[in-house]
């Protein structure tokens, strides 16, 4: 029938339409690196934050690595580089204000702080200016995609991409369905995703994905084997680089996460599960960053950084 055909083109119009105007929320660590990959592979792109000031910053530390990309693979033709970084820094513009620039964005990438309230007062208000077509994602580490999309009226179009740091170099990105995502948006999602020339792997909505839910434990079973004397923070981490492989130890990699960041979401995890051993909490990494000694950013964590 007529109405089942243009059902079936509409449906795969959908389906096939490419994500070309992205707007990132949140111009820090993670969304500038997010909006430069996006930027690199040639979506159009508007970055988002809560001053000019952040932006100017955001705007310094994408060209900054871009920068550094140049160097390598441009070695030889230096000008072909900087053509290269002025194209990439065209197809990005800033703005403070959310609201008035999702009206032509066919996808919402959010990376801003990492606070169940504060995300959903940013959705809630962005689900009513917003085209109908357009997805909705959260770069979130530790908060269920279900819990944040409750505050739309767009639970299918509404799911996770979840980057890794430093994004430009991370190959991975966790793509997660959620209860309400719709197979539409998560293909679209998926397709995104190799669109920036990464690497999707499917996630269901569940606390730490994959890699955070066996990282985060690990680390923390690190601690405990520290602190009951089994071997030094030094040899675990020697241990783990050159027997299992690992690049970085487990102690090295707390202070690059940041210990803060770290105990969030373990504490986070604890409060849904206090009776699973794994997400018990550790003496010692509150003791740490009740110190203030969150790590490589402040120069102290397990290792001092001069
Ligand atoms: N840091 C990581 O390794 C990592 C990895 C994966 C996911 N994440 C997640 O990504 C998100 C961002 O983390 P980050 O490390 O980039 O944090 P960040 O502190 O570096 O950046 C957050 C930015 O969001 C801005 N912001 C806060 N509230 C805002 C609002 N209402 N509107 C617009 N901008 C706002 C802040 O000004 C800041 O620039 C968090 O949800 C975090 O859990 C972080």
């Known amino acids: 029938t007529v109405s089942s ?33 996006a930027a690199v592979t040639g979506h159009s792109v508007v970055l988002v934050d809560t001053s000019e000031d952040i932006l100017k910053n955001s705007a310094k530390n994408i060209q900054g690595s871009l920068k550094r990309v140049v160097k390598k693979k441009f070695a030889d033709k230096p000008e072909a580089g900087e053509e290269f970084v002025q194209k990439v820094m065209n197809n990005i513009s800033t703005s403070t204000d959310a ?7 066919d996808l919402v990438v959010e990376a801003i702080v990492e606070n169940l309230k504060v995300k959903q007062a940013l959705f809630s208000t962005l689900d009513k200016v917003a085209p109908a077509h357009t997805i909705f994602v959260s770069n979130t580490s530790s ?4 819990d944040i999309a409750s505050s739309t009226a767009r639970l299918d179009r509404f799911g996770g991409l979840h980057f890794f ?22 293909d679209a999602l998926l397709d995104f995703t190799k669109a920036l020339g990464k690497h999707p792997v499917s996630c269901k909505d569940t606390p730490g994905f994959i890699v955070n839910r066996l990282l985060v434990p690990y680390m923390l079973e690190a601690v405990r084997l520290y602190e009951r004397g089994h071997g030094s923070k030094e040899d675990i981490d020697v241990a783990m680089k050159l027997g299992a492989g690992y690049p970085m130890g487990p102690f090295e990699l707390l202070d690059y996460v940041g210990l803060d960041t770290s105990k969030f979401i373990i504490d986070g995890w604890y409060e849904k599960e206090p009776e699973n051993p794994l997400f018990a909490p550790s003496p010692l990494l509150n003791k740490l960053v009740a110190e203030g000694k969150l790590g490589k950013k402040t120069g102290e964590g397990f290792y001092k950084y001069k």
């Open 5 to 37: 055909i243009t059902r079936t083109l509409c449906s795969s119009a959908v389906r096939n339409a490419a994500i070309k105007h992205v707007t990132v929320i949140g111009g820090g660590l993670m969304g500038s690196g997010i909006a430069q990959v």
């Open 143 to 146: 908060l269920p995609i279900a």
């Open 165 to 186: 740091n430093p994004v430009p170099m991370m190959k991975l990105v966790e793509v997660i369905k959620a209860a309400g995502t719709s197979q539409q948006t998560f």
């Open 99 to 105: 609201a008035s620039v999702v009206q032509k964005t």
